[in-house]
């Protein structure tokens, strides 16, 4: 697909009327904005997105068409934001979440899509925060 000025926004391939192969969608200026792949209408192996100067902003990894394996989450400066696994497209095991110096935010677990056992917050400085649920963390 094109814009109007003639640029390349989107290319996707088909089989049969269904997505298949490599699925792309630009910037105006061509860079790369997003990236995936389908095998029949199925979204199979990993979803970036890329900000304009082409670091990735974001990553999913899909199976099936259900998100699975690890999910990472980028700040601009390409430090990493958060991480963690996924399983029938539910959060599952250790996520954790950084400020954007690179000091760690949070940890904890999730079973099935919920959080469960301790979690911990940290502030910019790497001290104990309270959590959402007003305890206090511990290290």
Same mark, same amino acid.
């Given at each position: 697909? /094109?814009?109007?000025?003639? #640029?390349?926004?989107? #290319?996707?391939?088909?089989? =049969?009327?269904?997505? &298949? ?11 790369? =904005? ?9 979204? #199979? +192996? ?6 304009? %100067?082409?670091?990735?902003?974001? #990553? ?34 250790? &996520?954790?979440?950084? &400020?954007?110096? +690179? ?15 301790? /979690? &911990?917050?940290? %502030?910019?400085?790497? =001290?104990?925060?309270?959590?959402? %649920?007003?305890?206090?963390? =511990?290290?």
């Amino acid at each position: 697909r /094109w814009n109007e000025g003639g #640029e390349l926004v989107r #290319e996707r391939g088909y089989d =049969r009327g269904l997505e &298949h192969g490599e699925w792309r969608a630009f910037y105006e200026d061509g860079a790369l =904005r997003q990236r995936a792949t389908y095998q029949h209408g199925v979204q #199979e +192996g990993p979803l970036t997105a890329y900000a304009p %100067d082409g670091t990735p902003q974001w #990553e999913f990894v899909y199976s099936g068409g259900e998100q699975v394996g690890r999910r990472t989450f980028w700040f601009e400066s390409g430090q990493k934001r958060s991480e963690g696994i996924y399983a029938n497209g539910k959060p599952v095991g250790v &996520h954790k979440t950084w &400020h954007e110096g +690179g000091q760690l935010a949070s940890q904890g677990r999730y079973r099935e899509g919920m959080r469960v056992g301790s /979690w &911990h917050f940290w %502030d910019a400085q790497g =001290r104990p925060i309270a959590d959402p %649920d007003g305890d206090v963390a =511990r290290r």
